[in-house]
């Protein structure tokens, strides 16, 4: 047997034996080319000449040897399979997987059973009735010793479908968006039991596609004709298909149906109807704001949750004051030539949002798309169906659909037709996001005040003291209404992926590590765990002088402490900002953060002093001459709803980069 290890190399014998296996599958699993049976019920297990399969032998644990076996059969339900160079090795399991190579890593536990790493391409080849050669993976438990007939069990759910009208003579791909995982990298357990479980966020390493939701087949088709979908077993709430013709033109069909794809299982979808033209707009889509700089568009999407048929022009009118509230902020007022923006309808049966107890059991439940909810008087729970949220922008978004932007390059922002007061942001460290933004008290006025008690020194870590007036008045006060929040919760935690720099009473922190400031598409670079090693020193603090000589706001720059809830041992860059009390100001460090993002989304070079030429310092709340001027005495007014900061935002993957940690080694 050919080794993955040097010890188990040196171990195995020298001389070579011929053995020959028998392998089938079991009773009603799919195989390695499709046949249908005669009643169309299912698909008969039959080998293909040239077919290979590979046995795998463990002693336990990550090390383990494999030989090929190969046949000449074709056509057959069970194939003799022959290795001219069965090496036995004692003290073994022994396990198999076909299409010998397709199948990464290997392991044997004794309490779990078989681990195997599972790759299924997320493009395949369409075939006319069946699947792409090799594409079919499937595995066997075989023991504690070789037996002479193995049986294997298919790995995958396979959708059959089929293509009628006009259109359908010239489609050249189709796309199967879910709003679950179906392809990609991902591990696959064989449990002692006979069970088999599929962890999509756990595998070994390399990674060759990560976690896709989509599969895209491409090839020719023809009307009447059955197409399959190979896919990873899973239950998706809802699913798109993408048609494509040569010119990549689209005509797109939607589901809020369920899609149950099981494992060795064919879910038929029937025929889909192509009789609209390719290239016609999705009268469900709105196309608010279109780029006309950088290299690629910097695109956005802001959908509809809990808004019934009847409201969804309620919608837009709420999605397109959000938007404008946006692009009259800087920097993106002044960066708006770079967004395409598009406004989503999605119909909810029921308006609102579900209810929580505050941990997220629901207690009140409401029929909405995206199954949006937090607690009656609380909102540190707030979540929604995020994998739904982006399965639904990536089948919708032109530029996702069209392969230039990926659903890690589209943040999206959910606006929810319910009036309690709340927001939260779930991101991932791969640059994935949707930001809830309710339409808290029916659009009317909210207020946000500066924390109560402050660090008494921004260097000294041990102590604070009550806000006085005095810097109470210094800051302003902040008042708005729901956009504010959408502000906060989607330009700033979404797109900008800033951290909080509020404070909750004497929290505080004693370590200077801040998660996700090392990450490959990092987060919270607005704040800093430690006083003399900041992330805006060069940038700013080494400019302070010069950029108070061109303008004199830029004296609000330096190193506060308070900051990601911690009153000390975190410090921010400036006193005031959107991401404290939800202002129409960002930062300027915040507003260089925006801008880096802006362009490396479009495709464009960050230059520090292009930047500073066009920065525009003005906060409203502060600044005379701005829309939101404080009151004169620097309180809110009587008409205003106080309220507490937004929860802080959810990172929704495990590791720095979005990676978690295998159970198993590397093979």
């Known amino acids: 047997m050919a080794s993955c290890t040097k010890e188990l190399e040196q171990a195995a014998p020298k001389e070579y034996q011929t053995l020959v296996i028998r392998a089938g599958f079991e009773a009603e699993d799919t195989r390695t080319s499709l046949e249908m049976n005669s009643a169309q019920t299912r698909a008969d297990v039959v080998w293909n000449s040239g077919d290979e399969i590979r046995v795998l032998a463990s002693r336990g644990g990550n090390s383990y040897t494999y030989a090929n076996f190969s046949t000449t059969d074709d056509g057959v339900s069970v194939g003799e399979f022959s290795c001219h160079s069965w090496n036995p090795v004692s003290n073994t399991k022994y396990a198999a997987v076909y299409p010998a190579g397709k199948m990464k890593g290997y392991s044997y536990s004794t309490t779990e059973g078989y681990t195997f790493g ?22 066997a438990k075989v023991g504690d010793s070789m037996a002479p007939d193995i049986k294997f069990k298919h790995a995958l759910a396979l959708l059959r479908f089929r293509l009628g009208g006009s259109a359908a003579g010239a489609v050249k791909k189709v796309k199967l968006v879910a709003n679950a995982v179906i392809a990609g990298d991902c591990m696959i357990h064989l449990l002692d039991n006979g069970e088999v479980s599929y962890e999509t966020d756990r595998w070994y390493l390399p990674l060759e596609y990560g976690q896709v939701n989509s599969v895209t087949l491409q090839g020719s088709f023809e009307s009447g004709e059955d197409y399959y979908i190979a ?29 149950p794809l099981r494992r060795a299982r064919i879910t038929d979808i029937g025929t889909v109807n192509l009789s609209g033209s390719f290239g016609a707009p999705d009268p469900n889509v709105i196309k608010y704001m279109e780029s006309n700089r950088g290299s690629r568009p910097v695109t956005i999407a802001v959908v509809a949750e809990g808004f019934k048929a009847s409201e969804q022009d309620k919608f837009v009118s709420l999605a397109k004051a959000a938007v404008d509230l946006m692009f ?82 589209v943040p999206v922002g959910m606006i929810i037709n319910d009036n309690r007061y709340g927001g939260r942001c779930h991101f991932t460290s791969s640059g994935r996001c949707v930001a809830h933004a309710p339409h808290t008290y029916d659009g009317n006025p909210i207020s946000w005040s500066f924390p109560n008690i402050v660090a008494d020194n921004d260097v000294d870590q041990s102590g604070a003291h009550y806000t006085t007036q005095a810097e109470y008045a210094e800051v302003g006060h902040s008042t708005g209404d729901w956009r ?11 797109f900008g992926r800033l951290a909080d720099e509020y404070w909750n009473g004497t929290s505080y922190s004693t370590g200077t590590y801040i998660n996700g400031q090392d990450w490959e598409l990092p987060v919270h670079l607005n704040i800093s765990g430690t006083y003399n090693n900041v992330p805006w020193q060069e940038d700013l603090l080494n400019n302070r002088d010069a950029l108070i000589a ?50 490396s989304l479009a495709g464009e070079s960050f230059s520090l002093s292009d930047f500073f030429n066009l920065d525009v310092t003005l906060d409203p709340v502060r600044d005379s001459g701005g829309s939101g001027a404080p009151e004169p005495d620097g309180w809110k007014s009587e008409a205003c709803t106080e309220s507490g900061p937004l929860a802080p935002p959810l990172q929704i993957d495990k590791d720095a980069h979005g990676i978690p940690q295998p159970v198993c080694r590397q093979m």
């Open 550 to 599: 061109r303008d004199a706001r830029y004296s609000r720059i330096g190193r506060f402490q308070g900051a990601g809830e911690m009153i000390l041992n975190r410090w921010r860059s400036e006193k005031i900002s959107c991401m404290i009390d939800n202002r129409q100001y960002f930062s300027a460090w915040q507003r260089e953060l925006i801008v880096k993002r802006i362009m």
């Open 118 to 139: 599972l790759v299924v391409p997320p493009v395949q080849t369409a075939v006319k009735g069946g699947v792409e050669r090799g594409l079919i993976r499937s595995f």
């Open 328 to 409: 009259s902020t800087e920097p993106f007022k002044t960066y708006k030539d770079y967004f395409n923006v598009y406004i989503m309808k999605a119909v909810s049966n029921e308006s609102g949002a579900s209810i929580t107890n505050g941990n997220g059991t629901v207690t009140t439940k409401k029929d909405t798309y995206f199954g949006a909810r937090w607690g009656a008087s609380s909102y540190g729970d707030m979540e929604s169906d995020v994998e739904k949220v982006w399965g639904f922008v990536s089948a919708r978004c032109p530029e996702i659909q069209s392969g230039l932007l990926t659903i890690d390059e």
């Open 484 to 494: 504010n929040s959408f502000l906060h919760e989607f330009c700033g935690h979404g």
């Open 231 to 259: 896919a990873l077993p899973c239950v998706s709430d809802g699913f798109s298909l993408l048609f494509y013709d040569s010119s990549d033109r689209i005509i797109a069909r939607y589901s809020n149906k369920v899609l």
